[in-house]
């Protein structure tokens, strides 16, 4: 099955400063990777999301990455804010139907400092 | 207007009991889903169904029994309960299989304290 390892496990920015999160896996047939943001106390929510056919997506200030040969993708914050403040999982998801779950890492605690 | 609802939002309970938790959705989704998040924050798969089928059965004690009475509904229930069983736990919703790669709508989370 498809493992997924997220680096670092915490991490904390001076507010303004960029934020990196990455990820790897293993599986090739993953083929859609999405980030979930989840606030102290919240459900994890979708912030964005990349498909296999694509390198980049942006969103305002949220960036994601992906490098298929390598197997890993990234998730890029700039100009960070204190509400950015939570935790930050990956997960990648095979194509194949009989699969059917993301495969969540073990998330990111990301604190920005004011 | 809640897409998707969870009852109860806590949940305290001694050890051997049994208890329920409920999960509906109203986005007309074909799958749902059942997560256990522990004081890690680790997001651990438990369950998931397709138009109320059983698709996914994790290496989770059957203690735990979900059932899914229709698309829009998906419970939990746990038997036995112990304190390991202590976490938060989620549902979420998808409009298909997770290969299809459509997002994941979860709910608020039921906060189970077992002692």
């Known amino acids: 099955g498809e493992n997924v390892e997220q680096h670092p496990s915490t991490l904390s920015v001076q507010e303004g400063d960029s934020a990196v999160i990455k990820c790897t896996y293993s599986?090739?047939?993953?083929?859609?990777f999405p980030w979930y943001k989840q606030e102290l106390g919240k459900r994890p929510q979708l912030i964005i999301d990349?498909?296999?056919?694509?390198g980049e997506k942006k969103d305002q200030r949220i960036a994601v990455t992906l490098n298929k040969t390598a197997k890993h993708f990234s998730l890029h914050i700039t100009e960070t804010q204190p509400e950015d403040s939570a935790v930050y999982f990956c997960a990648a998801s095979p194509v194949e139907d009989t699969g059917n779950q993301f495969y969540f890492g073990t998330g990111t605690s990301l604190t920005v400092i004011p | 207007d809640t897409a998707v609802s969870q009852t109860p939002k806590y949940l305290v309970t001694q050890m051997g009991n049994d208890k329920s938790i409920k999960c509906e959705q109203n986005?007309?989704?074909?799958?749902m889903y059942w997560y256990k998040q522990d004081s890690k924050k680790f997001l651990k798969i438990m369950f998931s169904?397709?138009?109320?089928?059983?698709?996914i059965n994790e290496t989770v004690p059957n203690r735990f029994s979900p059932k899914s009475p229709d698309k829009a509904h998906l419970n939990l229930h746990i038997n036995s309960l112990e304190l390991g069983d202590s976490a938060v736990y989620f549902c979420a919703s998808s409009p298909g299989l997770a290969g299809g790669g459509y997002e994941q709508y979860f709910g608020p989370g039921t906060r189970l304290t077992v002692t």
């Open positions: 986005l007309g989704h074909d799958t």
């Open positions: 169904y397709n138009n109320k089928e059983l698709i």
């Open positions: 599986d090739s047939a993953s083929n859609y």
């Open positions: 990349i498909r296999s056919n694509v």
